[in-house]
């Protein structure tokens, strides 16, 4: 199998993860309900995990880092922990389902919403977030990077609005934690969601958010905790807060496994390899008849620009039929369809046929993609 799917969860995984998780299954327990053995080694390696996240992303504290079951969990939990009902709220039309059903819902119950347009690019302008402002305006939330595109989003301008308005900044970091260099402090991010088992090369079921000191956010949950259980009310401090019930012990010793790779190769490495792969087949797959290639492609470098993410079609063909070929033919394992990006497709004039997305990892060769590229031609053509 020659597998460009890593967007929607990356593959292979590193030795250390599935290490991490046979040790895990052998040897914890369950953390904060216990002084045994098991039950403390389950603590250590949950908070050694916070420790390795906090250095990623330059939390003040491990205990800014609580964990969840995937980005979805976690940007439920920022989105209804902090809004209510009069607040004002501003995203994108590049947002992924997990920002944009929770904020319908919201705005059903009383939750004010604007929607930044893109392109037909897929890009949104960076002055509208200023334009967007209202007296009652709570929070910006949006995506590091179109799961469709590739592009990267205008941080910098969301952050500085949210700044001199004195806006919270939620940012969905789904498709570039572990890939791109994200600094709380220095971006001006007040809560970043992350999901374990993409860039961050960890086990499904992990992912978690990083709460900047001082933000508080309502539980989305509450239940036990292993602490202060004669108390009717979750407990207040972080990351208890937002951590109800048992912890996925061993998904997170996975991601912890994940994490130690990371360290030992280099994120810049791993990123720039990926990258590198990308646009090799971008420019392999561009002018071949009949091929659509969707985004922003800037001349020069790419490098911060956009992640290793292109999304094409062919023709007037449905996405779909072209992943089950692409499939049949050469065992190219690729996403075809909405991508759980309705607004974005929108945008694209892809509503109808979806699109095939091509999504790369540092474990990718050239061979494969000249094999996708080979394939593409004779699908094309």
């Known amino acids: 199998m020659i597998y460009f799917d890593n967007a929607a969860t990356s593959f292979p995984k590193p030795k250390e993860v599935e290490e991490a998780l046979v040790s895990a299954i052998r040897t914890i327990g369950n953390a904060s309900r216990g002084a045994h053995a098991g039950a403390l080694t389950s603590d250590r390696v949950i908070f050694h995990t916070r420790q390795q996240l906090r250095d990623l992303f330059h939390a003040e504290s491990p205990s800014d880092i609580a964990f969840s079951q995937n980005d979805t969990q976690a940007l439920n939990t920022a989105l209804f922990g902090l809004l209510?009902?009069?607040?004002?709220?501003?995203?994108?039309?590049?947002?992924?389902?997990?920002?944009?059903?929770?904020?319908?819902?919201?705005?059903?119950?009383?939750?004010?919403?604007?929607?930044?347009?893109?392109?037909?690019?897929?890009?949104?302008?960076?002055?509208?977030?200023?334009?967007?402002?209202?007296?009652?305006?709570?929070?910006?939330?949006?995506t590091h990077a179109s799961n469709l595109t590739g592009n990267v989003m205008p941080l910098t301008a969301a952050a500085e609005c949210a700044g001199k308005h004195h806006l919270l900044l939620v940012l969905d970091a789904?498709?570039?934690?572990?890939?791109?260099?994200?600094?709380?402090?220095?971006?001006?991010?007040?809560?970043?969601?992350?999901?374990?088992?993409?860039?961050?090369?960890?086990?499904?079921?992990?992912?978690?958010?990083?709460?900047?000191?001082?933000?508080?956010?309502?539980?989305?949950?509450?239940?036990?905790?292993?602490?202060?259980?004669?108390s009717k009310e979750q407990p207040q401090q972080m990351p208890t807060r937002l951590e109800a019930g048992t912890q996925n012990g061993h998904g997170i010793a996975g991601l912890s496994g994940g994490l130690t790779y990371l360290e030992k190769v280099g994120t810049?490495?791993?990123?720039?390899?990926?990258?590198?792969?990308?646009?090799?087949?971008?420019?392999?797959?561009?002018?071949?008849?009949?091929?659509?290639?969707?985004?922003?492609?800037?001349?020069?470098?790419?490098?911060?620009?956009?992640?290793?993410?292109?999304?094409?079609?062919?023709?007037?063909?449905?996405?779909?039929?072209?992943?089950?070929?692409?499939?049949?033919?050469?065992?190219?394992?690729?996403?075809?369809?909405?991508?759980?990006?309705?607004?974005?497709?929108?945008?694209?004039?892809?509503a109808k046929s979806g699109a095939v997305r091509f999504s790369f990892s540092h474990y990718n060769t050239k061979e494969e993609v000249d094999t996708a590229i080979e394939e593409i031609q004779s699908i094309a053509c």
């Open 84 to 142: 209510s009902p009069g607040d004002h709220v501003i995203t994108t039309a590049c947002e992924h389902n997990s920002v944009l059903r929770p904020l319908y819902r919201l705005e059903k119950a009383g939750v004010e919403l604007t929607i930044l347009p893109a392109d037909p690019d897929g890009t949104v302008d960076p002055e509208l977030f200023e334009y967007a402002v209202q007296w009652n305006t709570k929070l910006i939330v949006m």
């Open 174 to 230: 789904a498709q570039t934690a572990g890939l791109l260099p994200i600094d709380l402090r220095a971006q001006g991010i007040d809560v970043l969601t992350f999901s374990g088992h993409k860039g961050l090369l960890g086990p499904q079921g992990t992912g978690g958010l990083v709460v900047r000191e001082g933000v508080e956010i309502r539980p989305l949950m509450t239940g036990g905790t292993g602490v202060q259980s004669f």
């Open 268 to 350: 810049d490495a791993v990123y720039e390899k990926a990258l590198g792969l990308s646009r090799y087949f971008y420019e392999g797959v561009v002018r071949i008849p009949n091929v659509k290639v969707y985004g922003s492609f800037p001349e020069g470098d790419w490098t911060g620009q956009r992640v290793p993410t292109i999304a094409l079609n062919i023709g007037d063909m449905n996405s779909s039929d072209v992943a089950d070929l692409l499939w049949t033919e050469r065992h190219i394992a690729v996403r075809a369809g909405a991508h759980c990006a309705p607004l974005m497709h929108e945008a694209l004039g892809t």
